[in-house]
């Protein structure tokens, strides 16, 4: 099924809800404006008709007991023009001037006009001509009577029904303006939510084809939209790294495996030539370099566990102390050997942790102390504040420069200074090393032994300890 586009859907939601608003509106506003103007004008052509009574008969002349019928012959012959048509009886009621006797054609013509006009402009209103009677007088004495007749509930001349139609021409168009405002406006917001969700389409889509450099504007106004961008740019930035680090990994891999078996071949194949004698020597050393090679082999699937995202860790308290002195007695002979001093000093710390991990980075470190000092001392040292344990493994070697402080956790990386010496092995142990302390939550780092040589330094939370000397 074809899908709709957020920005349409947005949009016309948006524009629908704005016209349907818009729409209500003029179409109660422009009822409410003409209800108002009717009623205006029924009570002022009521106020008119009184107003031709008042003057009809403010103009009675007392003294002659008669009314000026020249007067009520304007007077009459104006209102009739405006549809009023008059009758004036005296108080006899004697007829004295009737507008549809003087001029009848006329009369009829407006009455007429007035009828048609209505009948096509509002059928609906089945107005007619209703005659009210006005009784004039001063109060005491009565002069005589009027009677108007005019269309009921109102009549609208040529004009009047002219300005009506121009306010509401005036409505629709200020409501189908409201209408293509909305549409603009709804256009215009929909693009600014679906823009940058276009980025981010556009942008995954770059990922999942494995062009990892894409980065997208995170400035957006909106919040939502901006921690869309970032996320997504992180995640571009992990799979950069990730990727960089697959690469470095079959690269390392490649090279580390490259100078024994190109050994061992060609030792190999020199005996089977004839051109080298298998003494017990050569053989001894093809047999290191495989030794070498079944190491790396080991290593690489340690690492493997330890980076695994299910390492899985058996913990209990452990008395950090008791494993180191444990972990120690294994080294005695090594260190014994290279004529070196092995210390351990500090607290009974007990931490949580899985005994043969944590006892694994001990080993990690001390067996990397010991290969890379040639005299002086391996000291292990516990300390704590109560929050926080340190367990410090210092030696008096070659030290690590400043500058490979950090390298030297990532896999395969080895100082230039180790290089040159036989023991180094493949730069595993301390990637190992730090991802077991990562998964304990610890941390780990590596500084410069006051006086020369290296000093590594695990930190984990504390349980409880009881001081010793
Ligand atoms: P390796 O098997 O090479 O020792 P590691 O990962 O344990 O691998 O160590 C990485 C590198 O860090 C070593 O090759 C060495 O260059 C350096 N290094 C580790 N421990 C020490 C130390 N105690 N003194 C000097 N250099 C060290």
């Known amino acids: 099924m074809r899908k709709i586009r957020l920005k349409t859907t947005l949009s016309l939601v948006f524009a629908l809800l704005v016209a349907v608003t818009v729409f209500l509106t003029s179409i109660l506003s422009g009822i409410l404006i003409n209800h ?156 600014r939510i679906t823009n940058p969700i276009g980025r981010v389409i556009a942008a995954t889509g770059r990922i999942s084809g494995g062009d990892y450099n894409v980065r997208i504007p995170t400035d957006w106004k909106e919040r ?17 790294e990730q990727e960089y680090l697959r690469k470095q990994l079959t690269a390392d891999i490649a090279h580390e495996l490259r100078t024994p078996v190109t050994n061992i071949s060609s030792y190999l194949e020199m005996m089977a030539d004839g051109i080298m004698e298998p003494t017990s020597e050569r053989l001894t050393n093809c047999y290191d370099e495989a030794q070498r090679l079944s190491e790396l082999i080991a290593d690489l699937e340690r690492l493997q566990r330890a980076e695994s995202t299910e390492l899985i860790l058996q913990t209990g308290d452990v008395d950090l102390y008791e494993l180191s002195a444990s972990i120690l007695q294994g080294f005695e002979t090594k260190a014994r050997e290279k004529e070196l001093d092995l210390h351990l000093e500090g607290a009974h710390v007990t931490v ?42 210092e030696d008096t070697g070659i ?58 330094v695990v930190i984990l939370d504390a349980k409880g300890h009881i001081e010793t000397v």
């Open 36 to 191: 108002q103007f009717e009623t205006y004008v029924t009570a002022s052509q009521k106020a008119q008709a009184k107003e031709l009574a008042d003057s009809i008969g403010s103009n009675y002349d007392a003294t002659s007991a008669g009314f000026n019928i020249d007067y009520v012959h304007g007077m009459g012959m104006y209102a009739l023009k405006e549809g009023y048509v008059l009758r004036l009886y005296d108080a006899n009621d004697q007829l004295l001037w009737d507008a549809e006797n003087h001029d009848m054609a006329l009369c009829h013509d407006v009455m007429e006009g007035i009828q048609a006009q209505m009948e096509e402009h509002r059928p609906h209103l089945h107005g007619e001509f209703v005659t009210t009677s006005y009784e004039l007088g001063n109060g005491t004495e009565r002069y005589g009577t009027l009677e108007i007749s005019y269309y009921t509930p109102y009549y609208l001349n040529e004009n009047g029904f002219r300005f009506v139609e121009a306010l509401n021409r005036i409505l629709w168009v200020i409501g189908a303006l409201a209408v293509l405002a909305a549409v603009g406006l709804g256009i215009l917001i929909s693009g």
């Open 224 to 240: 939502e939209t901006s921690e869309l961008s970032d996320a997504i740019n992180t995640m571009a930035a992990t799979l950069q």
């Open 352 to 393: 949580e942790a899985d005994a043969g991990r944590m006892g694994q980075v001990i080993a990690n470190l001390l067996s990397n102390a010991i290969k890379y000092t040639d005299q002086g001392s391996i000291n292990v040292g516990i300390t704590t504040d109560g929050v926080r344990v340190e367990l410090a493994v």
């Open 399 to 456: 030290g690590i420069p400043q500058e490979e402080r950090e390298r030297i956790f990532e896999r395969f990386y080895r100082t230039d200074r180790s290089r040159t010496r036989k023991t180094g092995g493949a730069g595993i142990g301390l990637t190992i090393t730090k991802a077991i302390v990562q998964a304990h939550g610890g941390e780990i780092r590596c500084e410069e032994r006051p006086g020369g040589g290296s000093r590594f």
